[in-house]
């Protein structure tokens, strides 16, 4: 057992008393058995009241025995004898029958007085029947007031009585003495002891009272409680209203619940949810205006029951109530600080009721409640709703950075579009500012292919009229008027009611219109507009990107095909600078993709390779007439000028940004695997891969072409020749991987 269990226990505690504390539980402590603290306290009373009336009759006794002067007295007898009982009525009071100990102490203390008195009659005289009022004093604290009456009659009968038993007492004597003491401070004490059990019972009633009043405030708020749990689950406006109803008719015990909610643009609460009342009949109430509500709760509050509404002949619907056999309403405003949300109704069938104030209490924290899950509900949907417009305004901006097709790009606007805006149609109509007309884009949600032959001027029609006007416009209802959009006729056969255009507006230009088809009437919010406008502004984000990235990659193509053709034009420059090559280099290119190919290069690593093999010999632009068209062998100093002319290459290419990355063949087809080739002496991997595979192309077409000093050898002689260069002059590998395509060639 651990250091604290110890210091709690029993035996501890015990030993922490004090000796008065221990005398107390001794001697004075009620019974365990007696568990109420009223009862607990009027046990300690009595035992207290016993035990110091035994103590005082024996110091009393001991003190008369010492003192008194008359011969053979005997009245300890009488005292002890009482003491003896007392002390056995002392051992009851610590048991819990405390009524009984009470009702014999009472008997004893007065029997043993009268007993005394009785038996030393001089003690009488000096005051002994004045003790009577202590057993009085005692049947106050433990005897009902009939009880205590009783009991001062048999006094008074006992003190009548005494002269006529004791004839050295007179009448004088008892008249003088104890009885008009006894008697007054008798009446005096029946007074008191009705005014305290006055008390008692105005207190038991308050406390009855306060206890029924905690117990509904308890049972309310339990309810109360109960009603905020389901409604704080709910996140469903329609699921919400309809668990409001049904706990409405639950706790206040009617068959019907209405739940009316207040509308802003009609200024009237229109009902929405019922419990008792068919849907259909709900629906089809008449909406409660806000000025005949302003002036019920001027008379009545916003809160309030009625007996009966059939009375108020200005009510709305009151001819369906009657119908419907409404009598009592308790009625109650749904408000969420200071903004009207709606109303909760409890509305009994056929009989007559008085709604209780607790009733009302409950109804109007039933509203509260309802009101407060009312705006959480709105703000959970706003919320949900503005999370849907981000994400699908990031998704609109994904299509917008990673999808250059215009075409899929107008298709995620529209998907977007529709479920965002919750409609039933859209289609965009893009500019083409070159004739000044709309022409179709593309469409979703329509059941004919009408609209894609739609062409309108600026001005035309609802959509050239937003382009025009550069703002959204809209038709209230097509089915009124709809001779004012293009293709009318056909709209109207879809069954679309409402319309709306909006222009796709971009750094100040029109780039198209978005049009909006729904069919049923639209009555749009501010936000729903502000969502519009921003969807159409990524819309023509959208256009202007597609369409400058078009344009960008038109320019981008042509100019490249630009470069290609210069690149070939200075190729071909060379081929007929150079009689002896003429043809070498279109061939040389044509075979290195081939190879390159075959080392699974990317499209973009081929083109650099196919305008590095073009540019190949571009560095003997650089080397004097004299040394390149030569006819015989070069000199020592001859061949250095020759060898410096991949250094010319990389000088001229190296400052054009877009032929870097084709520097590697112009600049290193003449380096060896073995170190021992120009301009740098590069060697193995150090050679970049494209120049070691040009390299062997380079020879090959060098060895299988004519020359006017000697003929072309055979494919198989060069082939061998490649082969014995591996390892010094080319890469193995790509001396393998050529021989394969060599033989492919063949075969093929």
Same mark, same amino acid.
């Given at each position: ?75 300890? /007898? ?10 056995? *009525? ?83 004597d008892i008249l003088v003495g104890p009885f008009s003491f006894v ?44 009603v905020a749990e389901k409604l704080n689950a709910q996140l469903d ?45 709900? $629906? ?14 001027? =008379?009545? &509050? ?16 009151? =001819?369906?109530?009657?119908?419907? +056999? ?134 035309? &029609? ?7 006007? /550069? ?10 008027? %709809? ?39 639209? =009555? ?18 959208? *256009? ?11 320019? +981008? ?17 060379l081929d007929l600078r150079d009689k002896e090559t003429e043809g ?26 196919? /305008? ?7 560095? $003997? ?57 120009? %301009? ?50 080319? =890469?193995?590998?790509?001396? *393998? ?12």
């Amino acid at each position: 057992m651990s250091q604290t269990s110890s210091l709690n226990s029993p035996e501890k505690k015990r030993r922490a008393e004090t000796f008065l504390q221990r005398l107390w539980r001794w001697f004075i402590a009620p019974s365990p058995q007696i568990q109420a603290a009223d009862q607990r306290r009027q046990a300690t009373l009595l035992s207290a009241v016993l035990l110091g009336l035994m103590i005082a009759g024996v110091v009393i006794e001991f003190i008369t025995i010492a003192l008194i002067t008359q011969p053979n007295y005997t009245g300890y /007898r009488e005292t002890f004898f009482a003491i003896f009982i007392m002390a056995i *009525v002392y051992g009851l009071s610590r048991t819990r029958h405390i009524r009984l100990a009470s009702i014999l102490a009472i008997t004893i203390a007065t029997m043993a007085i009268f007993l005394t008195g009785w038996t030393q009659p001089y003690g009488v005289l000096g005051g002994l029947l004045d003790y009577l009022i202590l057993p009085l004093w005692l049947g106050s604290l433990y005897l009902s007031l009939t009880e205590l009456v009783l009991l001062l009659v048999i006094e008074i009968i006992g003190l009548l009585v005494f002269p006529l038993l004791t004839p050295e007492v007179t009448w004088n004597d008892i008249l003088v003495g104890p009885f008009s003491f006894v008697f007054l401070m008798s009446i005096l004490l029946i007074v008191l002891t009705r005014h305290r059990n006055l008390l008692e019972l105005d207190r038991r009633t308050e406390l009855i009272e306060k206890e029924k009043r905690s117990r509904r405030e308890a049972a309310r708020a339990e309810a109360l409680l109960r009603v905020a749990e389901k409604l704080n689950a709910q996140l469903d406006l329609d699921t919400l209203l309809e668990t409001i109803s049904e706990e409405t008719t639950r706790a206040l015990d009617t068959p019907v619940s209405l739940v009316a909610l207040y509308d802003q643009k009609q200024n009237a609460f229109c009902s929405t949810t019922a419990v008792g009342i068919p849907p259909e009949v709900t $629906k089809n109430m008449s909406p409660f205006p806000r000025a005949l509500y302003d002036q019920t709760i001027k =008379d009545f &509050g916003t809160v309030f029951g009625l007996p009966d509404i059939q009375v108020f002949s200005k009510l709305p619907n009151l =001819d369906q109530f009657r119908q419907l +056999n409404f009598r009592s309403l308790a009625f109650a405003t749904m408000a969420y600080e200071h903004e009207l949300i709606g109303s909760l109704t409890a509305i009994t069938l056929g009989e007559s009721r008085g709604f209780t104030e607790d009733e009302l209490l409950l109804l109007r924290g039933l509203a509260d409640q309802a009101a407060l899950a009312i705006i959480n509900t709105r703000l959970y949907k706003d919320a949900h709703r503005r999370l849907e417009h981000l994400q699908a305004l990031r998704a609109i901006d994904i299509a917008i950075t990673t999808n250059h097709d215009l075409q899929e790009t107008l298709n995620v606007l529209l998907a977007q579009i529709t479920k965002q805006l919750q409609v039933d149609a859209a289609v965009i109509l893009l500019l083409d500012e070159t004739k000044g007309q709309l022409e179709f884009g593309t469409s979703r949600g329509f059941q004919t292919s009408t609209l894609r032959y739609t062409s309108l001027r600026v001005g035309e &029609g609802m959509a050239g009229r937003a382009a025009q006007q /550069r703002q959204i416009v809209h038709v209230l209802d097509l089915r009124i008027d %709809p001779q004012t959009l293009a293709n009318a006729s056909s709209l109207v056969q879809e069954g679309f009611a409402s319309y709306f255009a909006a222009p796709l507006i971009t750094q100040g230009k029109v780039k198209g219109v978005l049009e909006i088809f729904h069919r049923s009437l639209l =009555d749009p919010d501010k936000e729903w507009l502000d969502f519009l406008e921003a969807l159409a502004g990524q819309a023509a984000i959208a *256009v202007e990107n597609t369409t400058l990235f078009e344009d960008l990659q038109r320019t +981008n193509d042509e100019l490249s095909k630009a470069y290609d053709s210069t690149i070939e034009g200075w190729s071909h420059a060379l081929d007929l600078r150079d009689k002896e090559t003429e043809g070498h280099t279109l061939r040389v290119t044509e075979l290195t993709l081939e190879l390159a190919r075959a080392f699974e290069l990317s499209e973009s690593e081929l083109v650099q390779v196919r /305008r590095g093999a073009l540019l190949h010999d571009i560095g $003997k632009m650089g080397v004097p007439d004299r040394i390149l068209l030569k006819a015989g062998p070069l000199t020592a100093d001859e061949w250095l000028i020759m060898r410096q002319h991949p250094i010319y290459a990389h000088e001229m290419l190296r400052t054009i940004q877009y032929l870097r990355p084709a520097l590697d063949i112009p600049y290193c087809h003449h380096e060896r695997w073995d170190g021992t080739g120009y %301009p740098r002496g590069l060697k193995k991997e150090e050679i970049p891969l494209v120049a070691r595979i040009f390299a062997v192309i380079d020879v090959w077409d060098a060895l299988t072409s004519d020359r006017p000093y000697r003929a072309a050898w055979s494919r198989e002689k060069t082939l061998i020749h490649i082969r014995e260069g591996s390892g010094q002059h080319f =890469d193995p590998h790509v001396v *393998v991987v050529f021989a394969d395509l060599i033989k492919q060639k063949s075969a093929g």
